[in-house]
């Protein structure tokens, strides 16, 4: 790597520290990018020669974050125990542990993904992708093991799962809930939706 390069890239880096920062204390409609120059160091021209815009910024910051986070729960994935709605229980809930420790980051991820680009708003659905497969390969589990209907809409259960997921974002910060509150509620939740679709006959344990 050229020194050109090198300098170009500590810019980034640096960029990147001032908005993480800025969107958690001050949330990401009130950051401007003069003022994430400025934490930075670094001239505002400076700014847009390594990010094409403020959402750029930010949808970099949630990128690694969430690619993080779905590591771990690729993870741990198979390994989960229980019914069906448990395995997604557990899920939702491993993500909220690690998410609610920046709440604040992700009520304005929430909040700039209205309008945003559509190709920022690509990336975010094949980023969510991932937490929506891990849905969807628990479900099918349920119908394969004898739990659910076989007649469920997995494509439409899932969406409605990220919505709830999605949704107790906003009350955990407006309620004041923690990862065990939130989880919580998240249980008495899925087990309204599940209701609808379990089976009266006993699972089926697999050979």
Known sequence: MGLREEQK???RERVVRAAQDLFEEVGYEATTIRMIAERAGVSVGSVFT???SKV???????FEKFE?????????????KGSTLDR???LMSLAYGVECKQLNLML??????????ERIEAESVKRHARLLGLFKACLAKGVSDGELREDVDLDL????????????YRKAYYERLGPEQLSALTERQLALLFS????????RVAA
């Open 9 to 11: 890239k500590a810019t």
């Open 108 to 117: 304005s991820h929430l909040a700039a993904s209205h309008g945003w680009p």
């Open 88 to 90: 997604v229980a557990s």
């Open 157 to 168: 259960f899932v969406d409605m799962l990220f919505a709830v997921y999605l949704r107790n």
């Open 196 to 203: 609808g679709v379990v089976t009266n006959a006993p699972a």
């Open 68 to 80: 993080t986070l779905f590591q771990e729960l690729d993870r741990i994935s198979p390994y989960l």
């Open 50 to 52: 390594t990010f094409e």
């Open 56 to 62: 750029d910024i930010f949808n970099h910051i949630l």
